[in-house]
């Protein structure tokens, strides 16, 4: 297996001081935005793109589009991404979501509800399989529980704040 992470030019000049690249792990600095990085990454052995963290900071067409390029180009891979629901996205971007310390969540423009998992097939037509990744059965009431339970209920499975989501391309 081969890692290429991408990210902003001072995250990666933060990361490489604590985990250097090496000869199976690299970092890149640029914008997931700039196609440049497409170019680096092999795809005779597969392909596996993780977003996580990174799709909810883009607006809804960079999302599209970002998807739609993996689709094109990552043929026969698999994209997993995690998104916050519309409810979320919409509180970031008013400003409504503060801590009691003071601290204001960046904005998060894109958002996507549990039962909007089939818009993603819109992206681009070589996206074959989405599909929610529920989370592991933990501990306590709410992860061992109440989370396993209220991803299954239509009027409960927005409430959630994230959920994680695998979309597989078909071959060429």
Excluded at 60 to 78: H, K, M, N
Excluded at 98 to 126: D, I, S
Excluded at 152 to 164: A, D, F, K
């Amino acid at each position: 297996m081969r890692w290429i992470g991408i990210d902003l030019p001072e995250t990666v000049a933060v990361r490489r001081q604590l985990l250097p690249d090496g000869e199976r792990r690299r970092t890149l600095a640029c914008s997931v935005l700039d196609p440049a990085w497409l170019a680096e990454v092999g795809t005779a052995e597969g392909v596996l793109v993780t977003a996580q963290g990174l799709l909810m900071y883009l607006r809804p067409p960079e999302v599209r589009e970002l998807i739609a390029t993996c689709a094109e180009r990552f043929a026969g891979g698999s994209l997993v991404f995690d998104a916050v629901p519309r409810w979320f996205s919409a509180a970031t971007v008013n400003g409504a979501m503060r801590n009691a310390q003071g601290y204001t969540t960046p904005p998060m423009p894109w958002g996507m509800n549990a039962g909007e998992l089939h818009k993603v097939y819109g992206a681009h037509p070589r996206i074959r399989d989405v599909r929610e990744v529920p989370l592991p059965r933990g501990q306590g009431v709410y992860f061992g529980a109440m989370a396993p339970v209220g991803r299954l209920i239509p009027g409960v499975r927005n409430l959630r704040p994230t959920m994680t989501v695998l979309a597989r391309f078909a071959e060429r």
